[in-house]
């Protein structure tokens, strides 16, 4: 199995379309907003969005970030590292605070609209959101660390809708990710035919669906619950989730999911 999860997960769903990125200068004081077309060894050819003109760009008057984000997606050919276990993206299991925020910004995947001075404030859990909607719903992104300080969970969650949503647009999106993990990870090791919000306690997740990963890690898909309104949710974890033994002679998909906690 595979365990970078959204490398082709999100190519396929969030970025169907090579959207244009706001390219900065050096020193910050400017930005322009284009689509990457090519990349050497001194510069970057974008093409502007005002006017679909293309224009090359000096590596050395780039903005770091912008410069990350070239090494991490386009590197030079010979220069490519080897890929990287990531769960989400660039991310990886044990990165640090540090580490998945540099991520993070040179991510096409996600966008952070906060300015980051304000992270020392808020923290990085809820500010990071998906740029592209997956089965009609934005994403947000949560991370949990362990006592080192190491990355060791990622949870995404959807826009919170109330009950009176599950049928219209809580279940296009879990059927979507559904679709898309098995894909990736090949059947499940437990599924639930339905996404049956009705059991959910206030500030739980239920899990329809487990995928077991490399290195013992687990992936599970379900809902969860904050207040009166509920959430399609996929978490990422170290933890080595068992998948629920079903009975001899019971229905398939009836079980339910451990979450893990």
């Known amino acids: 199995m595979v365990s970078r999860i959204l490398m082709p997960f999100l190519a396929a769903a969030l970025l169907a379309d090579a959207a244009p990125r706001t390219w900065t200068s050096a020193d910050a004081s400017r930005s322009v907003d284009g689509e990457f077309v090519s990349r050497g060894t001194a510069d970057v050819t974008i093409r502007r969005s005002s006017d679909r003109k293309q224009v090359t760009i000096p590596l050395d008057q780039l903005h770091p970030d912008d410069r990350n984000w070239l090494n991490a997606r386009h590197p030079l050919p010979g220069s490519e590292a080897p890929p990287p276990s990531g ?13 998945v925020l540099e991520k993070l910004k040179a991510s096409e995947i996600v966008e952070m609209p906060l300015k980051e001075t304000f992270l ?4 990085m859990n809820g500010v990071f959101h998906t740029r592209k909607k997956i089965g009609g719903l934005e994403a947000v992104l949560y991370f949990d660390w362990d006592d080192a300080g190491g990355l060791k969970e990622i949870t995404l969650h959807t826009t919170p809708l109330p009950a009176s949503a599950l049928h219209d647009r809580l279940v296009p999106c879990w059927k979507e990710l559904t679709g898309l993990l098995t894909t990736l990870h090949g059947n499940p090791v437990n599924a639930k035919p339905e996404l049956d919000i009705a059991p959910l306690e206030d500030g739980a997740m239920i899990a329809t669906h487990l995928w077991k990963l490399e290195k013992s890690h687990s992936a599970m898909l379900g809902a969860s619950r904050v207040g ?23 229905a398939p998909g009836n079980a339910d999911v451990p979450v893990g906690r």
């Open 87 to 99: 769960v989400f993206d660039q991310l990886a299991f044990g990165d640090n605070r540090a580490e």
């Open 120 to 123: 020392g404030r808020v923290g």
């Open 228 to 250: 009166d309104r509920y959430q399609v949710a996929v978490r990422f974890t170290t933890e080595d989730i068992q998948p629920v033994i079903i009975p001899a002679g019971a």
